[in-house]
């Protein structure tokens, strides 16, 4: 079932979900499986957290990992992937199904790779969704910036 908060979102906006069996997208290839589509194109939202306290949400092509040392100089410091629990405390959504929509008090960064396509999915707040939008749908509904965090 899709959260409220990411249903009003998605119904403001004029956006449907692809809707899946439970359990059945918590990560990027099993999404883009079900979804039928490359899975770069699967928007996966990763939660990191420095020592400081700072908390940044980043949002990459599933076919990519997050560089440390860019995302240290993204953020100023080293940051580190939040627990499963912390992501849900944060967030309200676990780990396979966390939306960037509908965050708050979080900033936001999308790596450009996601901009070479014409479609890319994010989850809707659960791990049995997508939602197809453009790049800068994305980037416009979830506030982001646009940045160059992963390793190449």
Known sequence: MIPDKVKKILDTEGLSALEFEEGSTPTAATAATKIGVEVGQIAKS????????????????????????????????????????????????????VCPFGVENIPIYVDDTLSV??????????DATG?????E?????????????TAE
Request: aromatic share 8%; net charge positive; proline share 5%.
């Open 137 to 149: 749908k994305l980037l416009r509904i979830c506030g982001g910036r646009s940045c160059d965090v």
């Open 46 to 97: 990763l939660l990191f957290k420095g020592a400081s306290g700072l908390v940044v949400m980043v949002v990459c092509a599933g076919d990519k990992k997050v560089s440390s040392g860019k995302i240290k100089r993204l953020c100023g410091e080293k940051m580190s992937m939040t627990k499963p629990e912390e992501t849900y405390a944060l967030t309200g959504f676990w780990p396979g199904g």
């Open 131 to 135: 939602v197809p939008l453009s790049y």
């Open 117 to 126: 396509w014409n479609m890319v999915y994010p989850a809707a707040g659960n």
